[in-house]
């Protein structure tokens, strides 16, 4: 399975964006799915998940009430919609497919996108 995340960019603080997750070789309806992200210097965080039965989605306390994940099984995509963007948001933000564990660790994931920048500026 390969995993291709796009719509990083650069905005200004309040701002919103849409990342989009594409994933190709297998579809993605009955697997778990998430999002991380990673700024310089520090560690790969999570950010958000969703699993494919409806309803079961999870946030970072950071980004809960601002992004949104949700799954497009005709597209076979995974987004996320960041609203009121904050300069402490700007990051590498990479999708991954859940393998097994916990949803919040990233050693839960067995494959992942190879990332988009978001830089937000104040």
């Known amino acids: 399975v390969q995993l291709q995340a796009s719509g990083g960019g650069l905005v200004q603080a309040g701002d919103s964006l849409r990342l989009s997750c594409e994933v190709s070789?297998?579809?993605?309806?009955?697997?778990?799915l998430g999002w991380f992200r990673q700024a310089p210097g520090k560690e790969r965080e999570f950010v958000a998940a969703?699993?494919?039965?409806?309803?079961?989605?999870v946030y970072a306390d950071s980004v809960k009430g601002r992004f949104t994940v949700s799954r497009d099984n005709g597209k076979n995509a995974v987004i996320l919609q960041m609203s009121m963007l904050k300069f402490e948001d700007t990051a590498v933000y990479y999708c991954?497919?859940?393998?097994?564990?916990?949803?919040?660790?990233?050693?839960?994931?067995?494959?992942w996108g190879q990332g988009t920048q978001v830089t937000v500026s104040s």
């Open positions: 991954a497919r859940v393998g097994g564990g916990s949803w919040y660790l990233a050693s839960s994931y067995d494959s």
């Open positions: 070789g297998r579809t993605i309806s009955r697997y778990d």
């Open positions: 969703i699993g494919w039965r409806p309803g079961s989605a």
